[in-house]
């Protein structure tokens, strides 16, 4: 990831498919287990654990997304309704059947896929715009039928207060105790992403979204891949809802409006469309930006506006613009997101001090 | 080995665009149908591979088969299993995967990792220069090399037959020169029979056992390629040259168009 | 990742310049200042705020200041869980939460971590009951007891309900449906009929609903659920259906200075009317004082402080958390380092509580978070808000019945 060799060197096709191509590949990937997994959660503040979970959930989402919109060229802006999908379904296993998180977090997973399956049967027809229009209605079918239906939403207020998950007996209901929780599925989740992305079926969606016709004659089933596009982005969709449920112990379909699918869209957006560490770029921008801004005016504007009443309403609302302003700047900078960015940055220091 | 008989394509329900056709190519044969602009090529070759569909187009009448099999029915990707496989004119290679990807994403059907990198082996011994740029983006290639590696994916599939949509378009004559010479060490070392679509009449002619000459729909003649090259018409209409063996002059060449002599 | 290394490390660098001084009390608000019910949150926290710099100005409590920080959480739950986290770091002992769903979000943890939170207007009907959520302070009325007072006013109106028909239109969402168990039951006991009306998702077109209303069911009262742009659409749409608008009572979403202009002003809208958990208009004591403050402070008065309905609500969101501090502190022997039981604690001790009329005579002891269920009814006149009636109760009996059968239901 930060480091590459100056040339091409490879000989054999196992070294040539390794996940990391160089040695020192592994120890940044260490390092960086060690950050999370050890240094983190022993020295950050409850209040940043907070934050990381909410990152870390942000970032299975945009994984999912990532691989309907951004591998396979498929766009959706009903991502939050699967995430209602996985919550609600986990909420009632954990509540009617106390069943286990590890049962939980899967099954919320496969009900959004396979709702994710049916709303994807018109992208066998559709592209682009139309799309687009058929995934928004699924998003208000989707709340519609959850509200309106007492049996999955428990009750007229549409929210099922969630027991926090409980690992061997230790029941998680801190932030710091999520942590781990959160941490590890995001690691799953990226690991998996990982290995869609470069195996024969991250192959065809790639395939499908340069060249769909193209890609039919050499013998994808389009269709099937499609499809298939649609249920793993909703797995994981249904898997962040779940996470979201336990992170805030209720689901509640109010959780998951419009708003988020668009957020999600957005992160997949910045971070650079089809790439993995794009996600992982875009879900950690889009969720930390808003909150570093929010505490940099928190910290900085008594010393410009003294009145505190006034110093609210303009920080919320400065915000705001900032946060659309720099997204702009982003990606007028780089229209192919943060991880083109970041790769340039890496081109550029990989043959420096001498370029070209 | 490839029998179409006698079919009828219709787009939208209404427009008829193939008006009975029948092209029979034999194995480890280079056939080429030529014909102008709109005369219809291109969608007898959709009609094999199963691309009509998308296009509201249907085969009403007739029949296709592939060694023996009826193919007319299948969806494109079923039509790959069987061992046809279509490379499309304007060669459209996945832009955002390197080269080696596109030809993995060619071995979709192949399920065996040793057979694709036999294969993916022989498709760099047929292109070498795609072997040189092997992990580069094939939207960075020259249009020539994006030809031959739309081939070479095709190849991917291992199939019987290959058919090639215009292959010589856009391209500079030296590597068309290039990539028909590697169409022709295909069907001898690779043993694929190939259908081939062109405009270029001289060189296809060049270079198949077989030819059909297709016009609005239907086809006008047909012949094995040496006979089809002396034939006077197709040199007046296709390679432009005159009885005398003159090259003639566009006036006249409009002037003759009224004596096609298949139309009379 | 680098980047998240260093925000962190940015944003550590800052939390550690604001971490709370001695001799400060630190109330977390809450906010929704650019989310959907911005409308509502501006005004709310400017109040909020304003009272805050109020009592600060006048020497604080017992001399300790307080300190208010603001969250936005733009009605999303996740900004709102990492400001509560952020509250807690600072040292808060006392949340104002803003938004139902974030209010569920909360619950357990504010439980957990024993912080009290005030949720004026939002949340669970059932967090009424002080034994089920000790932590939880509606301590306005909440939907349940809207429909009950509602249902009284109208019975007030129509002189009697046996054989009267109501509507009731709501917007179709879990708050919107909220107010449907209280009325289905009133209307087995009083023998009136119901028929719900439900409006769609946004709730800008409402004339077929209006159209059923006046003609087809041709109902003698409406009772009215809406919120954001719905309220101003309905008044215009039962005008157009011919329904008069003395015969329509809003829940408190759906009767502010907004919404009446927007549904063309006071003389549009005349005879509409609204109940209110906090007074509303001008002749407010405190709202004189506020303005003093601000021109002692050569600060011209705030544009928000004439959307009366709802700055006045964050005058009473801030007036209870005061009480409830200075109750707390008292009791902490004059102390500033209060604990969020004491705090809780403290707003139990809140007794006949009025803030010079703004706020009914509220007593949020007794088990009764909800502090009764007060509202007072206010109807639009050529000129602006008049109140209809005094602060009352409607049906508190039934309405705590039905809660304390949901609780136990909850319970199992």
């Known amino acids: ?356 | 080995m490839l029998a179409i008989n006698n079919i009828e394509v219709i787009y939208n329900n209404v427009v008829l665009v193939l008006k009975g056709i029948s092209i029979d190519v034999k194995p480890q044969s280079i056939t080429t149908i030529l014909g102008a602009n709109g005369a219809g090529k291109t969608t007898t070759l959709k009609s094999i591979s199963g691309l009509l569909k998308p296009e509201r187009g249907q085969v009403t009448r007739g029949s296709i088969e592939f060694n023996g099999e009826r193919i007319d029915k299948l969806a494109p990707h079923e039509t790959v299993k069987k061992g046809v496989v279509q490379v499309f004119e304007g060669r459209r290679v996945f832009t955002h995967l390197s080269i080696e990807d596109n030809l993995l994403a060619g071995a979709h059907i192949v399920s065996d990792m040793k057979t694709v990198r036999d294969m993916i082996d022989q498709v760099y011994t047929f292109f070498p220069r795609l072997k040189e740029r092997r992990t580069g983006q094939a939207g960075y290639l020259s249009g020539g090399e994006q030809q031959m590696l739309a081939i070479g994916r095709a190849l991917m599939s291992n199939p019987k037959m290959i058919m090639l949509d215009e292959p010589s378009l856009g391209l500079a004559p030296m590597i068309i020169e290039e990539i028909f010479g590697i169409i022709q060490r295909m069907r001898k070392e690779a043993g694929v029979t190939i259908l081939l679509v062109e405009q270029n009449a001289n060189l296809a002619l060049s270079i198949a056992d077989h030819g059909y000459v297709m016009e609005n729909g239907s086809i006008v003649m047909e012949g094995p390629a040496k006979e089809l090259l002396a034939n006077s018409d197709i040199q007046e209409f296709y390679l432009g040259i005159g009885e005398g063996g003159d090259r003639k002059s566009f006036r006249d060449v409009k002037h003759y168009r009224r004596r096609k002599r298949w139309l009379g | ?412």
């Open chain 3, 1 to 412: 990742m680098k980047r998240i290394l260093a925000s962190i490390a940015v944003a550590g660098g800052l939390a550690a310049m604001t971490a709370a001084h001695a001799g400060e009390i630190v109330i977390g608000q809450m906010t929704d200042r650019t989310g959907p019910t911005a409308n509502v949150g501006n005004p709310v926290g400017d109040g909020a705020q304003d009272y805050i710099d109020l009592i600060n100005s006048q020497g604080g409590i017992n001399g300790h200041t307080i300190r208010l920080v603001e969250v936005d959480n733009q009605y999303k739950v996740p900004p709102a869980v990492e400001g509560y986290q952020r509250f807690k770091s600072e040292g808060a002992v006392l949340v104002g939460l803003f938004g139902t769903p974030i209010t569920q979000a909360l619950t357990a943890d504010l439980q957990k971590d024993k912080i009290p939170a005030t949720t004026p207007g939002f949340g669970t009907a059932l967090a009424a009951d002080g034994n089920a959520f000790p932590y939880l302070f509606p301590a306005a009325a909440s939907y349940w007891s809207q429909a009950g007072a509602a249902v009284e006013y109208a019975k007030q109106q129509m002189g009697g309900l046996k054989g009267k028909k109501i509507a009731y239109l709501f917007y179709d969402n879990p708050a919107g449906r909220e107010g449907l168990p209280v009325l289905r039951k009133l209307s087995e006991l009083e023998g009136y009929t119901l028929n719900e009306f439900p409006v769609p998702a946004p709730g800008i077109e409402m004339d077929n609903q209006a159209r059923d209303i006046a003609r087809r069911f041709r109902a003698d009262f409406v009772i009215s659920h809406l919120f954001g742009r719905a309220p101003s659409v309905q008044i215009n749409a039962l005008k157009r259906a011919g329904f008069p608008l003395e015969k329509v009572v809003s829940f408190v979403w759906g009767a502010s200075e907004a919404d009446v202009a927007a549904a063309g002003g006071f003389e549009a809208a005349e005879g509409y009317a609204g109940l209110q958990f906090a007074g509303v208009g001008d002749d407010f004591q405190v709202r004189r004082d506020i303005k003093a403050m601000l021109k002692a402070q050569g600060k011209e008065a705030r544009e928000s402080m004439s959307s009366t309905v709802f700055y006045n609500r964050g005058l009473l969101i801030s007036a209870l958390h005061v009480e409830a501090l200075r109750n707390a502190v008292a009791a902490n022997g004059g102390k500033a380092d209060v604990t969020g039981t004491q705090v809780r604690d403290g707003f139990h001790a809140i007794k006949d509580f009025s803030l010079g009329g703004l706020l009914p005579p509220l007593n949020l002891g007794g088990g009764d978070h909800e502090g009764g269920g007060w509202v007072r009814v206010f109807k639009v006149t050529k000129t602006g808000f008049e109140p209809a009636t005094e602060w009352f109760k409607g049906y508190r009996d039934v309405v705590f019945e039905l809660i304390k059968e949901e609780s136990a239901k909850m319970k199992n």
């Open chain 1, 1 to 356: 990831m930060f480091h590459r060799e100056s040339g091409y060197y490879k000989t054999t096709y196992a070294s040539d498919s390794a996940l990391y191509p160089l040695p020192i590949a592994r120890f940044t990937v260490a390092g960086f287990a060690i950050l999370f997994f050890v240094v983190a959660p022993l020295l950050v503040s409850s209040y940043y654990l907070t934050i990381l979970n909410l990152v870390g959930i942000a970032i299975v989402g945009a994984l999912g997304l990532n691989i309907l919109v951004g591998l396979t060229g498929q766009i959706s802006i009903g991502h939050a309704a699967f995430m209602s999908v996985g919550a609600y379904t986990a909420a009632n296993l954990a509540t009617r059947f106390d069943l286990p998180f590890w049962i939980t977090l899967p099954a919320g997973g496969l009900m959004a896929a396979a709702i994710g399956i049916i709303v994807g049967f018109p992208s066998v027809r559709i592209k682009g715009l139309y799309l687009a229009i058929s995934t928004l209605a699924a998003q208000f079918i989707i709340d519609w039928i959850i509200v309106h239906t007492p049996a999955i939403s428990g009750g007229f207020q549409a929210s099922i207060q969630v027991p926090r998950p409980s690992v061997f007996g230790i029941v998680l209901d801190t932030q710091r105790e999520l942590y781990m929780f959160i941490l590890v599925t995001a690691v799953l989740a990226i690991v998996i992403a990982l290995n869609i992305a470069r195996s024969r079926i991250g192959r065809a969606f790639i395939a499908i979204r340069d060249q769909d016709i193209a890609a039919e004659i050499l013998g994808i089933d389009v269709r099937r891949y499609k499809l298939m596009a649609f249920a793993i982005s909703s797995f994981y969709a249904g898997v962040a809802g779940v996470l979201y449920t336990y992170y805030s112990g209720v689901a509640n379909n109010e959780f998951f409006p419009l708003v988020v699918s668009i957020d999600y869209l957005a992160m997949v957006i910045i971070g650079g469309m089809g790439s993995v560490l794009g996600a992982i770029f875009g879900a950690t921008f889009v969720t930390l930006l808003p909150i570093a801004i929010d505490l940099f005016m928190t910290a900085v504007g008594p010393y410009l506006i003294e009145d505190a009443g006034a110093l609210s309403g303009i920080k919320s609302h400065m915000r705001l613009v900032v946060f659309g302003g720099l997204i702009m700047f982003f990606l007028v900078v780089e229209p192919e997101g943060l991880n083109r960015l970041w790769l340039n940055i890496r081109s550029y220091f990989r043959v420096w001090p001498f370029s070209y």
